[in-house]
């Protein structure tokens, strides 16, 4: 093994340690402490099927395993696709700035989500708008893969212009149905702000599916990924058939997206700023880039999940948090792209 080697799977070692202290610490943090010593146990008794632990208060098991662990999972895996879709982005249209809102998904989940509230659906209970949520990040998706499509052939410039186009629309559109909610126009803007209140197990199981397909859809292909990096003719010269690679992590991406975006609202940043801060670490190599991407971004909005939850006197909604924190660091980006420095 290579000296590089090594030292990636140092990293990645221990990025994984650091998301799972994290994981332990944050199960502890709250109204209630639990000690890391207690949390392991309550996990150890519900992984055997009981929830009883000898000397331990009732109520513990029950904040552990329905109240906090669910929600700490959730944040971590929808930190984790996050940060996935954006290397993915990145990679395919060749921008640092690109992340997984750029084709306009997280506004179609927003439109979706908006008009079930506002036309009060109920029909799957507590999964109604999540699921309007989804398939309106679905229906953006295709209509922008439509709009950049002609002749067969789609560029970066299209898909990023299409993007805007869609997100304006819909941007426009959101707000007339906030207009048009009355009393209900404060659950609209909550939802658009983004939370992980009261996630179930459920929303845990399909955040772990999809981020796992598309990891190992994003792994496979990740050889040509770096091989579309040298442009157009080069891949299809070494073999790469571009067109279908593109549309497959496209697809990919923003499906992860789609999901994760259905579950927590709109985060923002989280897909721009953890790729941008892996590529200087690991490399541009994508095969490399999207495990410490994922394990990064996992641990970054498990925190400020955290600190929202855990120590701020209110709970800011994270979205709000992850944008204080990324705003910043988008404008320091576009600044350096402006005085010309080149993209790795």
């Given at each position: 093994?290579?000296?590089?080697?090594?030292?990636?799977?140092?990293?990645?070692?221990?990025?994984?340690l650091?998301?799972?202290?994290?994981?332990?610490?944050?199960t502890?943090?709250?109204?209630?402490h639990v000690?890391?010593?207690?949390?392991?146990q309550?996990?150890?008794?519900g992984?055997?099927?009981?929830?009883?632990?000898?000397?331990?208060d009732?109520?513990?098991?029950?904040?552990?395993m329905?109240?906090?662990?669910?929600?700490?999972?959730?944040?971590?895996l929808?930190g984790?696709?996050?940060?996935?879709?954006?290397?993915?982005?990145?990679?395919?249209?060749?921008?640092?700035l690109?992340?997984?809102?750029?084709?306009?998904?997280?506004?179609?989940?927003?439109?979706?989500?908006?008009?079930?509230?506002?036309?009060?659906?109920?029909?799957?209970?507590?999964?109604?708008?999540?699921?309007?949520a989804?398939?309106?990040?679905?229906?953006t998706?295709?209509?922008?893969?439509?709009?950049?499509?002609?002749?067969?052939?789609?560029?970066?410039?299209?898909?990023?212009?299409?993007?805007?186009?869609?997100?304006?629309?819909?941007?426009?559109?959101?707000?007339?149905?906030?207009?048009l909610?009355?009393?209900?126009?404060?659950?609209?803007?909550?939802?658009?702000?983004?939370?992980?209140?009261?996630?179930?197990?459920?929303?845990?199981?399909?955040?772990?599916?999809?981020?796992?397909?598309?990891s190992?859809?994003?792994l496979?292909y990740?050889?040509?990924?770096?091989?579309m990096?040298?442009?157009?003719?080069?891949?299809?010269?070494?073999?790469?058939?571009?067109?279908?690679?593109?549309?497959?992590?496209l697809?990919?991406?923003?499906?992860v997206?789609?999901?994760?975006?259905?579950?927590?609202?709109?985060?923002?940043?989280?897909?721009l700023?953890?790729?941008?801060l892996?590529?200087?670490?690991?490399?541009?190599n994508?095969?490399?880039?999207?495990?410490?991407s994922?394990?990064?971004?996992?641990?970054?909005?498990?925190?400020?999940?955290?600190?929202?939850?855990a120590?701020?006197?209110v709970?800011?909604p994270?979205?709000v948090?992850?944008?204080?924190?990324?705003?910043?660091?988008?404008?320091?980006?576009?600044?350096?792209?402006q005085?010309?420095?080149?993209?790795?």
């Amino acid at each position: 093994m290579s000296e590089t080697s090594h030292k990636y799977w140092l990293l990645v070692t221990g990025l994984v340690l650091a998301v799972l202290a994290a994981i332990i610490i944050s199960t502890g943090m709250g109204y209630i402490h639990v000690s890391a010593i207690d949390i392991i146990q309550v996990i150890a008794a519900g992984l055997d099927g009981s929830r009883f632990v000898e000397g331990l208060d009732q109520a513990v098991p029950f904040v552990v395993m329905d109240v906090r662990l669910p929600r700490i999972l959730t944040a971590a895996l929808v930190g984790g696709g996050l940060a996935m879709s954006g290397v993915i982005y990145q990679g395919i249209l060749l921008n640092p700035l690109a992340d997984p809102y750029t084709l306009g998904v997280s506004s179609g989940a927003a439109f979706g989500a908006s008009l079930a509230i506002l036309a009060n659906l109920t029909m799957l209970g507590q999964y109604s708008v999540p699921l309007f949520a989804f398939c309106g990040a679905v229906a953006t998706l295709f209509m922008v893969l439509y709009l950049s499509t002609f002749n067969g052939q789609m560029s970066a410039n299209t898909l990023i212009l299409s993007g805007v186009i869609v997100g304006a629309i819909l941007s426009a559109g959101i707000s007339f149905l906030k207009y048009l909610a009355d009393e209900q126009v404060a659950v609209i803007i909550f939802w658009l702000m983004g939370s992980f209140a009261s996630r179930s197990w459920s929303d845990v199981g399909l955040v772990a599916v999809a981020l796992t397909a598309g990891s190992c859809i994003g792994l496979f292909y990740g050889r040509d990924l770096d091989i579309m990096s040298l442009g157009g003719r080069s891949a299809d010269s070494l073999g790469v058939e571009t067109a279908r690679t593109r549309t497959v992590l496209l697809l990919t991406a923003s499906l992860v997206t789609a999901v994760c975006v259905a579950v927590s609202g709109i985060i923002g940043f989280i897909g721009l700023i953890i790729p941008h801060l892996m590529r200087f670490v690991v490399g541009p190599n994508n095969r490399r880039l999207l495990p410490v991407s994922i394990l990064a971004g996992a641990g970054l909005l498990l925190m400020a999940d955290t600190v929202t939850r855990a120590v701020l006197p209110v709970e800011v909604p994270i979205g709000v948090l992850t944008a204080l924190i990324g705003g910043p660091f988008f404008c320091v980006i576009f600044r350096r792209r402006q005085r010309g420095l080149r993209y790795e």
